[in-house]
Nanobody, 115 residues
């Protein structure tokens, strides 16, 4: 079994920064993919960024140049540094880890961007 817990988030100002963290625990194989997704009210969940245990990164177009994903394999932790925040970044952000074709999700953390 795999457990996923997010931390960080909260209220950010337009143009400001926030940092999210996510720790995974349990049965994790050496290769896995960790990532962040988000869901705004009345919208579908969408990919923000993913990073493999080998360091391969994928970003959604709308966060390129603003958000940075990174991970610490020794801690099974993934981070999302969010800069140049926009009001449209407001959403619940979910951490995901894909292990052996199974997806595990955290409960989500609210990010609100408002002045």
């Amino acid at each position: 079994q795999v457990q996923v817990v997010e931390s960080g988030g909260g209220l950010g100002q337009p143009g400001g920064s926030l940092r999210l963290s996510c720790a995974a625990s349990g049965t994790l194989f050496s290769f896995n993919v960790m990532g962040w997704y988000r869901q705004a009210p009345e919208k579908q969940r969408e990919l923000v960024a993913t990073i493999t245990s080998g360091g391969q990164i994928t970003y959604a177009e709308f966060v390129k140049g603003r958000f940075t994903i990174s991970r610490d394999n020794a801690k099974n932790t993934v981070y999302l540094q969010m800069n140049s925040l926009k009001p449209e970044d407001t959403a619940v952000y979910y951490c995901n880890i894909r292990v052996a074709f199974n997806d595990y999700w955290g409960p989500g953390t609210q990010v609100t961007v408002s002045s």
